[in-house]
Structure formats: structure tokens, C-alpha cells
T-cell receptor, first 115, second 112 residues
Framework: EPEVTQTPSHQVTQMGQEVILRCVPISNHLYFYWYRQILGQKVEFLVSFYNNEISEKSEIFDDQFSVERPDGSNFTLKIRSTKLEDSAMYFC?????????????FGPGTRLTVT | AQSVAQPEDQVNVAEGNPLTVKCTYSVSGNPYLFWYVQYPNRGLQFLLKYITGDNLVKGSYGFEAEFNKSQTSFHLKKPSALVSDSALYFCAVRSGNTPLVFGKGTRLSVIA
């Protein structure tokens, strides 16, 4: 069964450093998403991406964040200058359609620790 | 604004007994409701969804959920729990093309 994969599984970085989280969505999916979960809190939507541009973003997704699909398979989330409060689990997801009834398939997550 | 409430942080049930994990939601418009499960070191796995039609939906691993519009609930159920069902369960809602909104999760522990 096709899966969404994410690398690395755990990333430790110092405050102020740039990090790039990588995702490989399911191959025939066209819609891509990033979510994050701060420890003990809800899973929160960050951004959706389609046709090489952002479809929607939350208020969390400020100028420090960017997303890119650099090739036909990878989907990346970049945080330019990490803050302590960026420490969280980051999940990538993909779906075959943007429609609300379509389920999203999630990767295993990248745990980001900012020290 | 959309929201999901999962009132129980933890549900404990004996193996073989029925289980229920509760979820209530608030949304403008018609809801699309989802249940996901997360096993340790794994991503969120889709279990089932409600779009329209029959209020009782069946999903993976013997799970089912009942949509109740008047109570704005979408409780997850299974007639006979297995130890392997122990995991973190998330309810989520969206309306139209709006982003998925998740509950905080309920940890299910099935005891042999």
C-alpha cells in the first residue's frame, strides 16, 4: 500500500538555524499539506499546496515558513530561523483531491527539537 | 470557526469488551468527519469517514462510527476490543474545502 514518507524522523537544531523537513507524498496525489503537533496539544493545520502554489495557510504559517516541491516527488517545509516554540512533531499529508470528503494520508512525522 | 472536542484523554477497556471513543464537533455547513489512529512511531492512519447518507459508517479493523446530527457527535465504536487496538485516536472535521481540524486525541488502552 502506498505511503507518505518523511525524513528525518528526528531533527535537533539550535535556535536561529534553518531547517528543511522533507516529505514524499503518495505518487498520484496532487494536494499536499503540512500539520504540526506541539507536545500534548492538538494537530494543527499549517499549509496546503497544489499546482506549485500555496492554496491555503493558517496564521501559524508566517514568513519564517515556506514550502516547495523542488522536483516531482519531494515536498519540503523550510523554517528559516527556528524558535524554541517551533519544537513540535511535523506531519506531511497528501490527498488525491482537495474536496472535503477526500481523506488525507499522513506520514509518520518529523520530531523537531529546537534548543 | 470549526472545532472538535474529544472529552476523554484516556479510555481503558478490557479485551473483548465494546469500546467507545467520544467526539463532538462544531462546524458551519455540512460536516465531513474523520477518525484517524496513530500507533507509536507511525503517522496518522485513516480509519473511516462520514460524508453523507447512512449515519453508521464502517471502517478499517472492525471500527465503526455513528454520526448524530442533533447531538453533533461522531463517536467511534468497536464491538469487541483487541489489545492491538491500543493507540491514540484522533477525530477530525472539515466543511467544504476548509482545512482539517483535529481533536486533541484520546489514548485507548485495551487490557488483556
Amino acid at each position: 500500500e502506498p505511503e507518505v514518507t518523511q525524513t528525518p524522523s528526528h531533527q535537533v537544531t539550535q535556535m536561529g538555524q534553518e531547517v528543511i523537513l522533507r516529505c514524499v507524498p503518495i505518487s498520484n496525489h496532487l494536494y499536499f499539506y503540512w500539520y504540526r503537533q506541539i507536545l500534548g496539544q492538538k494537530v494543527e493545520f499549517l499549509v496546503s499546496f497544489y499546482n506549485n502554489e500555496i492554496s491555503e495557510k493558517s496564521e501559524i504559517f508566517d514568513d519564517q515558513f515556506s514550502v516547495e516541491r523542488p522536483d516531482g516527488s519531494n515536498f519540503t517545509l523550510k523554517i528559516r530561523s527556528t524558535k524554541l516554540e517551533d519544537s513540535a512533531m511535523y506531519f506531511c499529508a497528501s490527498s488525491s483531491s482537495r474536496g472535503g470528503s477526500y481523506e488525507q494520508y499522513f506520514g509518520p512525522g518529523t520530531r523537531l527539537t529546537v534548543t | 470557526a470549526q472545532s472538535v472536542a474529544q472529552p476523554e484523554d484516556q479510555v481503558n477497556v478490557a479485551e473483548g469488551n465494546p469500546l467507545t471513543v467520544k467526539c463532538t464537533y462544531s462546524v458551519s455547513g455540512n460536516p465531513y468527519l474523520f477518525w484517524y489512529v496513530q500507533y507509536p512511531n507511525r503517522g496518522l492512519q485513516f480509519l473511516l469517514k462520514y460524508i453523507t447518507g447512512d449515519n453508521l459508517v464502517k471502517g478499517s479493523y472492525g471500527f465503526e462510527a455513528e454520526f448524530n446530527k442533533s447531538q453533533t457527535s461522531f463517536h467511534l465504536k468497536k464491538p469487541s476490543a483487541l489489545v492491538s487496538d491500543s493507540a491514540l485516536y484522533f477525530c477530525a472535521v472539515r466543511s467544504g474545502n476548509t482545512p482539517l481540524v483535529f481533536g486533541k486525541g484520546t489514548r485507548l488502552s485495551v487490557i488483556a
